[in-house]
């Protein structure tokens, strides 16, 4: 049995002729001239479930079901595709009817259980699978496990877990399950107990990149480092060209301020990922923080060739303009994002001071006040104010129209 798929079809006799004949008619948008045998739909419709195509399946059992509404394998067939398509109140419409026909198929309950768990019953999805389970009890395992894949998909974990760890207590040795109730366990923030059945799972078979990468980003999420560093070059031994784990080894080492390391590390993304802004700013940053403002600046460049509006790559850019002096340069990037609440006020303050020091551009302190507000600190909010009661009546009226509802205006 197969998450969107358990039917067997009959593999002794052999329709391959036919799939052709489907392909083009799918291909033309002609699938209603096909007239199949009850068999001969059977045995499409789980080639093509096979090859995953969900909407030729949808299809091809719709037309099976109206060319043979009383076969019960069809029906069956048409009400999976329903439920893999996300249609489960239709699903539900033709099963009921089904189980006046059909009341002790295992498959029409099952099916009805997973339709009920689309729609959020879970209560009754659970009676429904229960209730399969005991007319087909050899196959539970497997309609356990389609319906924990079903709750995975809907983002509902615990009632994931319910499933999963039925079948682990049943059969210990299926390490699959092992990887999806690790899985389930990091949705629900229960890391410690997720990092074992990722283990056990990496006891088993360890060369699962994707599975060392979780296992990483567990350990970055609990501040265990060193580990999560670790488990990220396994991951990237197994496979180099994995993108994702580069880049949160990337921020593992930011957090760490190894902002060398850094460097180092997203230059190699984004020779796999050119065009990703945030990590091409991220090596801005990092650039900067190991005192090379002129590669700092050469990737800050490509961030705003990749996104001219970016608040930080615009931020960023504004930052460097102050440092070398550029007063009107940085103007044009800080009046971008100025209004922008969650740009790095942090990184640009101090600096904004000094710009309207040096400079005597009104405009540098005018956005000093704006990042004190912002930063939270009150003495150099009343201190920058202070100073702009000084200068003409324009200026606080641009501080009024950035910061329209602060006390601080209306005093």
């Not at 209560?123 to 395992?141: C, V």
């Amino acid at each position: 049995m197969s998450a969107d798929n358990f039917l067997n079809f009959n593999e002794e006799e052999d329709y391959s002729d036919k799939v052709e004949l489907c392909r083009q008619a799918y291909k033309d948008g002609d699938l209603t001239r096909l007239d199949f045998s009850e068999e001969e739909f059977d045995y499409l419709l789980g080639f093509f479930a096979d090859e995953y195509n969900d909407e030729l399946v949808l299809m091809l059992s719709r037309i099976a079901y109206q060319r043979h509404p009383y076969s019960s394998d069809l029906t069956v067939r048409y009400s999976d595709a329903l439920i893999v398509n996300r249609e489960p109140e239709k699903a539900v419409e033709i099963l009921e009817k089904q189980l006046g026909f059909d009341s002790s198929n295992s498959d029409v309950y099952f099916l009805l259980g997973r339709s009920q768990l689309k729609m959020g019953n879970n209560e009754l999805a659970r009676d429904y699978i229960t209730h399969a389970m005991t007319l087909s009890p050899e196959e539970q395992e497997e309609m356990l496990y389609t319906a924990a894949l079903d709750y995975i998909d809907a983002g509902n974990y615990e009632f994931a877990l319910e499933y999963l760890e039925k079948i682990n207590k049943d059969n210990p040795e299926n390490i699959a399950v092992f990887n999806d109730i690790a899985f389930c366990l990091e949705r629900t923030k229960k890391y410690d107990e997720s990092i074992e059945f990722y283990e056990k799972y990496l006891d088993k078979e360890p060369f699962n990149d994707n599975v060392w990468f979780n296992v990483g980003t567990i350990y970055a999420t609990l501040e265990k480092y060193d580990k999560a560093i670790e488990a990220f070059n396994y991951s990237l031994a197994l496979n180099p060209s994995n993108s994702s784990v580069m880049y949160n080894k990337a921020i593992v080492h930011i957090n760490t301020e190894q902002y060398d390391k850094a460097v180092q590390t997203l230059k190699e993304f984004i020779e796999l990922e050119p065009y990703d802004p945030f990590a091409i700013t991220a090596l801005a940053d990092s650039c900067l923080k190991i005192g090379l403002p002129e590669e700092s600046e050469k990737y800050v460049k490509m961030a705003l060739e990749l996104d001219a509006e970016s608040p930080d790559a615009n931020t960023y850019m504004a930052y460097l303009m102050m440092l070398k002096g550029y007063y009107n340069e940085a103007l044009v990037f800080l009046r971008k994002v100025i209004k922008d609440n969650s740009i790095n006020f942090n990184l640009i303050a101090e600096d904004l001071l000094k710009s309207y020091r040096t400079s005597e551009l009104p405009e540098f302190l005018v956005y000093y006040i704006v990042s004190m507000y912002y930063t939270e600190d009150n003495e150099g909010l009343t201190s920058g104010y202070e100073e702009l009661l000084k200068q003409d009546i324009v200026w606080q009226d641009m501080l009024h129209n950035l910061l329209p509802d602060t006390s601080i205006n209306k005093q």
